[in-house]
């Protein structure tokens, strides 16, 4: 099961998500967004909105499926936890 | 301009903010350690890029898009932050929220009705009343005794604005032709020419009506 993570490291609902995903032992991929530069940032912003719609952040992306912000029981479900 | 000196800590934001979201009746999330984490984040932000922008969103780099999303971002979101009893990302909840860590988590657009601020409740005095606009639509606001109420803006007979009509004690003549509605109930006695009410509330002196 693949697992990406949309975060900006400044958000406390994106360290809420990761922590909750680490504690049950869930690996995942990171993007930082708002570490990027250049056209690397403006690639991962682009994903973002389409993923999501908004710029709001943390957005997930487990197995196709998109969970936008740090919603527990979407994740729960979508990972099985 | 920089609006914070260097060196701002958690501590400054939050006696800067505390009085301005007092104003819209709102208040600090009751969850304290959410509440430093949030503004820790907005630390981190200011020190990065010169603003408390939203530690949760990206900016767009559009100067009039970004000012959205710096902290607090109430002004922009009204109808949507009092139907959510809380801002986006929750640093701050309705005045009458008493456990705000119940309300963390998902960012979803409400549904159902919605409280819009319609006015200020020193905006009108006992016995008058106005036209307000909540969205597309005009309603017609009355203060009576300290208490206010709202109606459909349309008179029954010509549809004229009820909103500029005169009052006596709970009733509102119509400014055309007089036909007289309780501002309480919308009832006129004129057959099926009744008025819809809507509920008002006030919160922090900022006047509420529920759409």
Known sequence: MATKVYALSTCPYCKMARKYLEENDVPFDVVEVDLLTGTEREEAVAQVKRLSGGTSFPVMEVDGEVIVGFNKPKMQKLLHL | ?211
């Open chain 2, 1 to 211: 301009m920089r609006r914070f000196a260097p060196g701002t800590t958690s501590d400054d934001l939050k006696a800067y903010m505390g009085p301005f979201v007092a104003r819209l009746g709102y208040k600090f999330n009751t969850d304290e350690d959410f509440v430093a984490m949030v503004l820790e984040g907005e630390i981190e932000v200011l020190d990065r890029d010169g603003d408390v922008y939203c530690p949760c969103r990206v900016r767009t780099g559009d100067p009039k898009e970004d000012l959205k999303i710096i902290c607090p971002c109430i002004p922009f979101y009204t109808d949507q932050f009092s139907a959510m009893r809380k801002c986006w990302c929750g640093l701050f909840v309705r005045t009458d929220v008493e456990d705000g860590s119940a309300l963390h988590g998902v960012i979803e657009a409400p549904t159902g009705p919605v409280d819009v601020r319609i006015a200020a409740s020193g905006d009108l005095a006992d016995g008058q009343g106005r036209v307000v606009a909540v969205g597309k639509r005009k309603l017609a606001l009355f203060r009576v005794d300290g208490e206010f109420f709202c109606l459909e803006n349309v008179c029954g007979h010509l549809w004229a604005p009820l909103g500029e009509g005169y009052l006596d004690g709970y009733h509102v003549m119509c400014p055309w032709h007089g036909w007289r509605y309780d501002v309480r109930t919308g009832e006129t006695d004129h057959p099926d020419a009744d008025v819809k009410t809507y509920p008002v509330s006030v919160r922090a002196g900022e006047v509420f009506v529920r759409v």
